[in-house]
């Protein structure tokens, strides 16, 4: 059973029907004791990187998501959900991630060629960085998925699975152990989304 954690900020209900959609059982809880009953979890996320960790910290949740991640329980951050997996987060100051991951959150503003709009929002093609991920593994080289962000992880290449071009790479998704990420919301990605999150809801851990 997929829980996906409720701390304040996210797309929750699409998502969940997402999940319902491929079959798969899933429950939306910001209680610990509810959500230590699923076998994997999701961290989903929109909005600002700083208010996000504030409201995880201020619910407990934070040491929660590090107990069940240590546990080998598997963890699949969305979006913001997923840039919060990182160590430090920098819009607007300074703010610490949940270091699950090692790499940072950093504006595009600073990196992109002059003339791309921000946010990075609409449909681009991954380009898968290993050939093994196991949560891109029913995608092909090139499929489209739906973005809207203007931050993105960086220096993160020993967790890095897939990018996707927008004036430079941009970190598309991301797996180290039972830890997974996208950058883009696999529920507004049609079946190549659905497929990312059934590949998540069926692995079976290592």
Not at 85 to 91: A, P, V
Not at 98 to 110: K, Q, S, T, W
Request: hydrophobic share 40%; proline share 5%; aromatic share 10%.
């Amino acid at each position: 059973m997929t829980g996906i954690i409720d701390y304040g900020v996210g797309n929750l209900f699409s998502l969940k029907s997402s999940f319902e959609a491929i079959g798969a059982e899933t429950f939306v809880s910001g209680d610990p004791a509810a959500l230590t009953q699923a076998d994997r979890l999701v961290l989903p996320g929109v909005g600002a990187f700083g208010d996000a960790a504030d409201k995880l910290r201020a619910t407990g949740l934070d040491h929660f998501v590090r107990d069940r991640a240590a546990k080998g329980v598997p963890l699949l951050g969305i979006c913001l959900g997923m840039q919060l997996l990182f160590e430090k987060g920098y819009e607007y100051g300074e703010h610490e991630g949940l270091g699950l991951l090692r790499g940072r959150v950093v504006p595009m503003a600073d990196y992109l060629p002059r003339g791309l709009k921000i946010p990075h929002m609409g449909w681009n093609g991954l380009h898968r960085c290993r050939p093994d991920s196991r949560l891109l593994a029913d995608t092909a080289e090139g499929d489209f998925v739906y973005f809207v962000h203007s931050y993105f992880a960086a220096d993160c290449g020993e967790s890095l699975a897939a990018t996707a071009e927008y004036g430079i790479p941009i970190t598309a998704a991301v797996e180290q152990g039972n830890i997974f990420g996208c950058q883009f919301h696999p529920e507004k990605s049609g079946p190549v989304g659905l497929a990312i999150l059934r590949a998540f809801a069926e692995w079976k851990g290592v």
